[in-house]
């Protein structure tokens, strides 16, 4: 796509500009620059009347007779943008222009050009403004099938891989989106190598660091725009314009925003659709609960969705994630990009509004699976922002644990048909509690969790059973319970099938929220420039010197050995990865919060 204005090269092949026998005396290196408009001038003042852009053409009968005065002349063009300057020999310059105009125009870097041969300066006026005026028509009519197009893929609900093939498409240019710790959710090479584009993505990306929200970085030729709505940024969309080229044209922006603003509309829009059937499912559990309705007419209503509740054995069950994530702002949709998925995982590093809601319709839909594929009736909904309850219907009480097992292993088998889990990666070693500076391993002063190494990963979800009741005036007792034995699991370190009342306790485990913005956004505040510095400079990579001091319990002299480098060097750097974070490494609860980043940061970076 180019530009909207001709530059000054094209000009100068236009018909009028050519009858004149043009010649380009000074300022080669200027031909690319863009003719806004064309004026004609016979002042020696004019620069104050001119805006920048224009290409300005002069018989030179007006122009200072000195050389100080050409000199200021041309500086002063040179200093108010124009695009260049023409001057038409014969009235007062015959055989060419002055030396010291060329001197001083090639000086500044402004095209300087003698037409040789008289002409009308109205046809080149009139040639170069139908020139513009046809090549703003062409913007206009590609700006209103940027609106056009993603209107339609926003009414569509349009998947953000199909929204960067098509905003590639119109730009003829490769474009990213990534989530905010720098990872590729979506991209579209527009023909070019996908392998070289994305190699090295994340250092190359903490380099790109243009102001403002929607911006041009010419130093690495990368038109960016923020990702998010009301308020919650969750990514950037990059659209590469070599920075060889001119500054991107307006409609690149426009593009790139309608596009930014497609994809976080999608986000908003795949909420929570529930069917009715869901609707009177959620009713009927919201009314046992609250006494909102009368036994009877839930009992009824149940009946005739095909859920008996009369004369069964009644058991309250609560499935929730083990992390809070409030709805509306964290979580992850299942409908992400093909290219976010990793390793049969769909990456969840990148949230939008509408992320907490899609979260807990995934699992509502899993449970109300796991129901049909164990052979139960139930009724299930959620509960409220981070439940969804069930009130499994048994035959008899005898059947209550072997339902439960069934319900549960159901779960499990639909989550994983629905997200495989990535191949397991190399066990890593637990984290070392942090310790006083050159303080024995052993007398930890603080700590940040770790799994041990040999422990299977837990399930990211709770299954919770209340007490089994006989009457379905009962039935709240069941769930309220089933609930606050969910809630308790949470941080329980075992992985159970089913959680119940006897099994649960105080001791739990910190979840990873690593699909959490909130946490990138911890992870990007207290890293973030030792991650940005580390980008600059890929030889010394400090953040290997922090993991070392701090794996090492804060010990600088079990620190320098693990990083393989003598006793100064590692206080060196611990020196400088202080001022980079403008932290203190002795500080207990300094350290503590960076090696929680840390930790934070390998979950995310975690394939």
């Given at each position: ?350 949230e939008g509004p509408e992320a907490g809601p899609a979260r807990l319709r995934d699992l509502a839909e899993a449970v109300s699976q796991a129901v049909r594929d164990a052979k139960l009736t139930a009724l299930t909904s959620p509960l409220d922002d981070q439940a969804v309850g069930a009130l499994l219907a048994l ?213």
């Amino acid at each position: 796509m180019s530009p909207v204005f001709p530059t000054v090269r094209e000009v100068l092949d236009l018909v009028p500009v050519r009858n004149g026998a043009p010649r380009l005396v000074a300022g080669t290196a200027g031909l690319d620059r863009p003719v806004r408009w064309v004026h004609i001038a016979e002042v020696p003042d004019i620069a104050t009347l001119l805006g920048g852009g224009e290409l300005v053409l002069t018989t030179g009968i007006g122009l200072p007779g000195d050389d100080a005065g050409l000199r200021e002349f041309i500086g002063a063009l040179a200093d108010v943008g124009v695009s260049g300057l023409a001057v038409e020999l014969g009235r007062r310059y015959v055989s060419g222009v002055p030396r010291v105009m060329a001197a001083a125009a090639e000086r500044r870097g402004l095209p300087l050009i003698e037409l040789r041969r008289g002409t009308p300066f109205v046809r080149i006026t009139e040639a170069v403004h139908a020139l513009i005026v046809d090549a703003q028509l062409t913007e206009l009519r590609a700006t209103e099938e940027i609106h056009q197009r993603f209107t339609e893929l926003s009414v569509e609900g349009a998947e953000p891989a199909e929204v960067l093939r098509q905003a590639a498409e119109l730009a003829g240019c490769p474009m990213v989106l990534e989530n905010l710790s720098r990872q590729v959710l979506a991209y579209d090479p527009a023909g070019e190598n996908a392998e070289l584009l994305l190699d090295g993505w994340e250092r190359h990306s903490r380099q790109i660091r243009p102001p403002g929200r929607t911006a041009y970085d010419p130093d690495s030729g990368w038109l960016v725009t923020t990702v998010g709505a009301r308020g919650q940024d969750w990514g950037r969309l990059l659209l590469r314009w070599p920075a060889t080229e001119s500054t991107p044209p307006t409609r690149l922006t426009i593009l790139i925003e309608r596009a930014a603003s497609t994809l976080a509309l999608g986000r908003l829009i795949r909420r929570d659709a529930e069917g009715l059937e869901r609707q009177i499912h959620r009713t009927l559990l919201t009314a046992l609960i609250d006494h909102s309705r009368p036994v009877d007419e839930v009992a009824l209503r149940a009946k005739a969705l095909g859920v008996v509740l009369d004369r069964r054995h009644l058991v309250g069950v609560v499935v929730r994630h083990r992390a809070d994530e409030p709805a509306g702002d964290a979580g992850t949709p299942d409908d992400e990009p093909a290219p976010a998925r990793r390793g049969g995982r769909r990456d969840t590093d990148a949230e939008g509004p509408e992320a907490g809601p899609a979260r807990l319709r995934d699992l509502a839909e899993a449970v109300s699976q796991a129901v049909r594929d164990a052979k139960l009736t139930a009724l299930t909904s959620p509960l409220d922002d981070q439940a969804v309850g069930a009130l499994l219907a048994l035959p008899d009480p005898a059947a209550e644990e072997k339902a439960l097992s069934a319900f549960a292993a159901a779960l499990r088998r639909v989550r994983l048909d629905a997200a495989p889990a990535a191949p397991a990666a190399p066990a890593a070693r637990p984290a070392r509690p942090l310790e006083a500076p050159d303080r024995p391993a052993g007398r930890a002063v603080a700590s940040a969790s770790a799994r041990p190494v040999d422990a299977p990963p837990r399930a990211a979800i709770v299954v919770a059973a209340g007490s089994g009741v006989g009457s379905l005036r009962e039935a709240r007792r069941s769930l309220i319970e089933a609930r606050q034995v969910a809630e308790a699991a949470r941080r329980d370190p075992r992985d159970l099938p089913c959680y119940r009342l006897p099994h649960v306790g105080l001791a739990g485990l910190l979840h990873l929220l690593r699909d959490e913005p909130r946490l990138q956004t911890f992870v990007e505040r207290e890293l973030g420039p030792l991650l940005a510095y580390d980008a600059q400079h890929p030889r010394e990579q400090l953040l290997g010197t922090l993991r070392a001091y701090l794996e090492q319990g804060r010990n600088k002299s079990a620190g320098a050995a693990a990083a393989h480098l003598s006793r100064p060097a590692f206080y060196e750097r611990l020196a400088r990865i202080g001022r980079i974070l403008d932290a203190d490494l002795d500080s207990v609860d300094r350290c503590l919060s960076l090696h929680v980043a840390l930790l934070a940061l390998d979950a995310v970076r975690t394939p």
